[in-house]
T-cell receptor
Framework: QKEVEQDPGPLSVPEGAIVSLNCTYS??????FMWYRQYSRKGPELLMY????GNKEDGRFTAQVDKSSKYISLFIRDSQPSDSATYLC????????????FGRGTSLIVHP | NAGVTQTPKFQVLKTGQSMTLQCAQD?????MYWYRQDPGMGLRLIYY???????DKGEVPNGYNVSRLNKREFSLRLESAAPSQTSVYFC??????????FGQGTRLTVV
């Protein structure tokens, strides 16, 4: 079992839908939880991050961390066709070298 | 601000040929990484460098070597390319645990 599990999808939704993307993990030492967005034929870019537990909101995006369940989520409200991309979760622990562990990524398609 | 620059963007190799993928960053980051990305497999770490002069193996190092030439540059070498190394390769750099900056990727095909 990989340390970080993420359903690869694809997830296809109509424009305006609320999207929920999720990852589970097994390493209880993870403290940093990131979401990257990767457009086709581009490198990943950081979308948002959360340290430890709780929620964080940035415009239409909300990141949630539930450390008791080892489960993180990214919600996208009022989804747009421009949100179509692959979303990768990433996690890291405190201490030692900076080496994030990535999920496989979920492909999201928002159709008009 | 160029960020992370990778060269080349595309490459086709014959089995057994060698090549070096170049990566340079202009953000004064200590940490640099090489990943490969295959369909359904996500990003897999090949090698990383926590600082100038140090390199360590990642999840899938076999068949690859790296050089941290200086703080800016981190190269990945395939000594004898195999079809299993057909992939998209990404270089990244970071200064903290939160954000890694990625290059545009190198699409490598080994025939």
């Amino acid at each position: 079992q990989k340390e970080v599990e993420q359903d690869p999808g694809p997830l296809s939704v109509p424009e305006g839908a609320i999207v929920s993307l999720n990852c589970t993990y097994s390493n209880s030492a993870f403290q940093y939880f990131m979401w990257y967005r990767q457009y086709s034929r581009k490198g990943p870019e950081l979308l948002m991050y959360t340290y430890s537990s709780g929620n964080k909101e940035d415009g239409r995006f909300t990141a949630q961390v539930d450390k008791s369940s080892k489960y993180i989520s990214l919600f996208i409200r009022d989804s747009q066709p421009s949100d179509s991309a692959t979303y990768l979760c990433a996690m890291d622990a405190s201490g030692g070298s900076y080496i994030p562990t990535f999920g496989r990524g979920t492909s999201l398609i928002v159709h008009p | 601000n160029a960020g992370v620059t990778q060269t080349p963007k595309f490459q086709v190799l014959k089995t057994g040929q060698s090549m070096t993928l170049q990566c340079a960053q202009d953000m004064n980051h200590n940490s640099m990484y090489w990943y490969r990305q295959d369909p359904g497999m996500g990003l897999r770490l090949i090698y990383y460098s926590a600082s100038e002069g140090t390199t360590d193996k990642g999840e899938v190092p076999n068949g690859y070597n790296v050089s941290r030439l200086n703080k800016r540059e981190f190269s990945l070498r395939l000594e004898s390319a195999a079809p299993s190394q057909t992939s998209v390769y990404f270089c990244a750099s970071s200064s903290d645990r939160v954000e890694a900056f990625f290059g545009q990727g190198t699409r490598l095909t080994v025939v």
